[in-house]
């Protein structure tokens, strides 16, 4: 095995450790991870992607319905929009992607780069919603706000489009929305999360079983790892205080999304 690819399969593991730990977050890192240490073009790497991140949750959120810590309610409130618009993007909108996307006066966007481009920019978007994140603190002397589900529905629509899309979990964005309009302590916006982003992922992933060139075997090892990762996680959120830990790995983030939209650019000009 060559050193990149033990370097993908140790990636894997950390991407599992922040699901793990924050509920989220840590499938941001598999795309980039198959696409540049794997060799793996970006259309597939979004499928590969979507069931990696989808076992992985799954997984972790086994223990945390074991301990009665995930809301039911919430997560259909927010599940059952979010795999409509999850199916929709992978079995519509990213078929129907022209390739090349854009042609203009010699210059050619091609449809894989532009979903780097735009994965990219999810990075981006996450980074700083890591970075600025911080634990709601309720006002005890206000008056209990009921969960505003409608609006908790419309946000589970758009975070399907993006996972459908990008291959991402939408992890970042689904944990502030169970705090703010579920109103769900931390701990438990964090655990239902988890089985969120596992109905979201394995929807996503059922639009592209039709593919005959998917490599279950790879598929499998990648996630056996990633799972190992989010059990550790899970083992360790008990001791690692979740906010200073997400924006440590929002810079990481932030580094990352940069090097994609570096790597594409450079790789652009050398085909001019």
Known sequence: ??????????A?????????LAGGGGSIL??????????????????????VVGTTSLVGSVSHILRREVDFRSTATFAVPSFVSVFIARWFLVPAIPDPLLELDGFVLAKQDA???????????????????????ADKSAPAEPPRYGLLALDGLAVGLLTGTSGAGGGFLIVPMLVLLA????HRAVATSMLIIA??????????????????RFLLEFTLFSTGGILIGIYLAQFVAPMPLKR?????????????I???ILTSRSML
Do not use: C
């Open 262 to 264: 570096v790597q594409e």
């Open 30 to 51: 598999t795309v980039p991870i198959f696409v540049y240490l794997f060799r793996i073009e970006p259309v597939m790497a979004t499928t590969y992607s979507l069931f």
């Open 1 to 10: 095995m060559q050193l990149q690819e033990l370097t993908g399969y140790g």
């Open 115 to 137: 979903i780097l481009y735009f994965f990219a920019f999810v990075m981006l978007f996450a980074a700083r919603g890591m970075i600025r994140s911080s634990e709601p603190k």
């Open 12 to 20: 894997a593991i950390v991407a599992g450790l922040v699901i793990g």
């Open 183 to 186: 109103k769900l302590p931390m």
């Open 199 to 216: 109905v979201n992922s394995f929807v996503g992933f059922l639009g592209d079983l039709h593919r005959n060139d998917l490599n279950w």
């Open 248 to 260: 440590g790995f929002g810079w990481f983030v932030l580094v990352v999304a940069g090097y994609i």
